[in-house]
Structure formats: structure tokens, C-alpha cells
């Protein structure tokens, strides 16, 4: 009982944290829609990861000096060296690139339709794991991600028409970027976090304060003006700035919950309860926003959501083959 109720607890845990930070970003986006600042608002998320991890370490260093003597507590360490930074750039411009694209992309698209417009993370995944990888693929998978494939385009063409004009190619092209790094990151982290041996802090660390400098060219380069038109009409208040800071805060946690419900369940459990979150994710988005889509609309969701249970299903039968 007591290990239901565990698992429970963090399944609750990622599907509130989750949620509730593709909303508050959408929040954010929607408060500072006039001054067009996404970078700013992504390097914000960073900054916030770092002074997390700053604020962890310190108070950990604190706690560890009282109990030096007690081999329980082993030191923790977020330094790293040159080499580290140099071997750590790849990701961390792949890790760039996603948020800046998912942020960008949820301006344009909203909340509802963020799961299908983001849908081919899985198809990538498998495009990017037989290719870079070499792991072993099936046709099940292949037939899943063609109706994922289908669930997007068919996505697109219905919420225009709930819109009243064609999507975008901005939004269309942020999206398909968006899934296309998102499952790079993935294959990226696995392989970077073996320079830190495994150790995560490290590696977010690492990680986010090379995102920071990153971003600050791109930042100067592209929403100056519109960091200019923010400041002069006031949008940098000490509220606004709280909410980014929540909004960085949701974001890490991510990261934290994602961590917790594969070590207490699966990877499997995990994609699964990822996939059942999208659709709760987006029927909370309809009814908060009080949005009319069509049957069609649904049935593109529901292309998607099959499609992604499927490659899930087809995962788990080549890893039990493994086995």
C-alpha cells in the first residue's frame, strides 16, 4: 500500500509540475506579448537553474561542514573544469536551441494545441536513435510514428480552420524544431552526463550556466528593441520578474519529478504517464481558455496520442527482447 501511494505521489507530483509550467509560461508569454521577448524570457529560466543549484550547494556545504565526520554525507561539488565546459557546448547549444524553439513556439501555438504541433518529439526519437545511436527499431514503431506523422499535419490543417486563417510557417517550423531538439537533447544528455560520472547537479549546472552565455549575444542580437520597448513601458516590475523567477523554478522541477517518476516506476511508466498528461494537458487548456474545436481537431489529438501509446508499446517489446 504504502508503495502505491508512492508511486502515486509522484506521478501527481510530474503531472502538477509539468502542467502547471507550460502554463505559467504561456502566462508570461501572454503578459509580455507586446515586447516579443522569448529569448529573454528562456535565459531567464536559466538563470534561475543556476542560482537553484548555487543556493543547493551552499546550503548543502553548510550542513555537510557541521557533520565533516559522517561518511553519509558526501561532498557535492558543482565545479568543472575547461575541458568540461568544452565537451559540454554541444549540449548545451542543442539545449539553446530547444527552449528557445518550445518558448517560441507556445507563443504561437497556445496550450491546446502544443501536444500535436510538438508531436514528432517521437518521431525524431526514433529517427535520431537509429541513426546516431544505432538502437534497434520495428516496424510497429515506424507505423506508429506515421500515424503521429498524420495526427500533425491533419493538426495543422484543423486548427487553422478553428483560427480562422492557415497556420503560420513560423509556427509550423518552431514546432517541428522544437520536437527535433528536444529529442536530440535526449541523446545528448545521456551522453554528457558520463563526463560528469553521472552526477546530474554537475551537469545542470554546467549546463545552464553555458546556456546563460549563449544566450546573452542572441538576446542583444535580436530582442534588443523589443527588450527597449519592455523597459519603457514598465513591463520589468518586480511582479513580472517573480513570475519568470517561478516560471524558472517549474521549470528545473521538470527535470526533478521527471527524475523521481522513472526512478520509482520505469521509463516506460514514464513515457506513458507523459503521453496521459499531454491529453489532460489539453483539455484543461480548452476548457480554461473556453476554446470550440472541432470533432476533426479531436480526432487529430487522438492520431497523436495513439500513435505515441504504440512507439511506447513497440519500445517496450524490443527491450524486453533485450532482457
Given at each position: 500500500?504504502?508503495s ?9 507530483l510530474?503531472w502538477?509540475v ?8 504561456k502566462?508570461i508569454?501572454d503578459?509580455?506579448?507586446y ?13 534561475t537553474?543556476?542560482?537553484i543549484?548555487?543556493?543547493?550547494n ?5 550542513f555537510?561542514?557541521?557533520?565533516r565526520d ?13 575541458s ?31 501536444n ?8 525524431f526519437?526514433?529517427i ?14 515506424v507505423?506508429?510514428c506515421?500515424?503521429i506523422?498524420c495526427?500533425?499535419?491533419l493538426?495543422?490543417v484543423?486548427e487553422?480552420?478553428s483560427i ?13 524544431l522544437?520536437?527535433f531538439?528536444?529529442a536530440?537533447?535526449?541523446?545528448l ?5 558520463k ?10 549546472f554546467?549546463n ?22 519592455a ?24 527535470g526533478?519529478?521527471?527524475?523521481l ?8 511508466t514514464?513515457?506513458i504517464s ?6 489532460i ?25 495513439v500513435?505515441?501509446?504504440?512507439y ?8 524486453e527482447?533485450?532482457?
Amino acid at each position: 500500500m504504502e508503495s502505491k501511494l508512492r508511486i502515486f505521489s509522484v506521478i501527481s507530483l510530474y503531472w502538477f509540475v509539468s502542467i502547471s509550467t507550460v502554463f505559467i509560461n504561456k502566462h508570461i508569454l501572454d503578459i509580455s506579448n507586446y515586447a516579443n521577448i522569448p529569448l529573454l524570457i528562456s535565459w531567464s529560466q536559466c538563470l534561475t537553474a543556476v542560482i537553484i543549484c548555487l543556493s543547493v550547494n551552499t546550503f548543502y556545504s553548510l550542513f555537510n561542514n557541521k557533520d565533516r565526520d559522517n561518511e553519509t554525507h558526501p561532498q557535492l561539488s558543482l565545479s568543472f573544469t575547461r575541458s568540461d565546459m568544452i565537451r559540454t557546448l554541444p549540449l548545451s547549444l542543442c539545449f539553446v536551441a530547444m527552449i528557445s524553439f518550445n518558448t517560441i513556439c507556445l507563443k504561437f501555438s497556445g496550450v491546446a494545441f502544443y501536444n500535436v504541433i510538438r508531436s514528432l518529439t517521437t518521431v525524431f526519437n526514433l529517427i535520431l536513435g537509429y541513426t546516431i545511436i544505432g538502437e534497434q527499431t520495428s516496424r510497429p514503431a515506424v507505423i506508429s510514428c506515421i500515424l503521429i506523422v498524420c495526427g500533425f499535419h491533419l493538426g495543422i490543417v484543423k486548427e487553422g480552420e478553428s483560427i480562422g486563417q492557415s497556420l503560420s510557417l513560423v509556427t509550423i517550423a518552431t514546432g517541428i524544431l522544437a520536437s527535433f531538439f528536444t529529442a536530440l537533447n535526449a541523446i545528448l544528455i545521456k551522453r554528457t552526463l558520463k563526463i560528469f560520472n553521472g552526477n546530474i547537479s554537475q551537469l545542470t549546472f554546467c549546463n545552464n550556466t553555458l546556456a546563460m552565455i549563449i544566450f546573452i549575444p542572441l538576446i542583444l542580437y535580436i530582442e534588443h528593441d523589443s527588450i527597449y520597448i519592455a523597459y519603457s513601458r514598465t513591463l520589468f516590475t518586480v511582479y513580472f520578474c517573480i513570475q519568470m523567477f517561478i516560471g524558472g523554478i517549474f521549470g528545473m522541477a521538470i527535470g526533478f519529478a521527471s527524475t523521481l517518476q522513472i526512478q520509482y516506476t520505469s521509463p516506460l511508466t514514464h513515457n506513458i504517464s507523459g503521453t496521459a498528461k499531454a491529453c489532460i494537458q489539453t483539455l484543461l487548456a480548452v476548457v480554461v481558455y473556453r476554446l470550440s474545436k472541432s470533432v476533426i481537431w479531436w480526432f487529430s489529438n487522438a492520431l497523436v496520442l495513439v500513435g505515441a501509446i504504440g512507439y511506447t508499446e513497440s519500445r517496450r517489446r524490443i527491450l524486453e527482447q533485450k532482457t
